[in-house]
């Protein structure tokens, strides 16, 4: 049986806010899942991104909307390499095709 329990993290050990039903000793796996602060979202939309944001699945950009300059290299460093292990796709490029299909001016 699986549950979600708050607890509070003092001296190097979680404690939990109400009673558990574990047994003395049992082996559990925690998800450390830091509380946010109490800014309510707005919508139902808005408290699911920041689920997933808590829970490390999807990364959300700061209110000012701007990205650190380090994420920003980090991102461009990733895409110049996908784009250079690209295989060019096959056929003619788009505007060759055009220009064919348009005929003798």
Same mark, same amino acid.
């Given at each position: 049986?699986? %549950? @979600? @329990?708050?607890? #509070?993290?003092?001296?190097? #050990?979680?404690? $939990?806010?109400? &009673? *558990? ?6 082996? *559990?796996?925690?998800?450390? #899942? &830091? %509380?946010?602060? *109490? ?6 939309? %808005? ?10 699945? @999807?990364?959300?950009? $700061?209110?000012?909307?701007?990205? %650190? ?13 996908? #784009?250079?292990?690209?295989? &060019?796709? $096959?056929?003619? $490029?788009?505007?060759?095709?055009? @220009?064919?299909?348009?005929? &003798?001016?």
């Amino acid at each position: 049986m699986s %549950e @979600i @329990i708050n607890a #509070v993290y003092q001296n190097g #050990v979680l404690r $939990p806010t109400e &009673p *558990v039903s574990l047994s003395e000793g049992e082996t *559990v796996r925690l998800e450390v #899942v &830091p %509380e946010t602060p *109490v800014e309510e979202a707005q919508t139902e939309w %808005e408290k699911a991104l920041q689920l997933a944001s808590d829970r490390g699945l @999807i990364k959300l950009r $700061p209110k000012n909307n701007k990205m %650190e300059r380090e994420e920003f290299l980090q991102r461009d460093k990733a895409w110049r390499e996908k #784009v250079k292990n690209m295989k &060019p796709l $096959p056929g003619k $490029p788009l505007s060759e095709e055009i @220009i064919e299909a348009r005929g &003798p001016w």
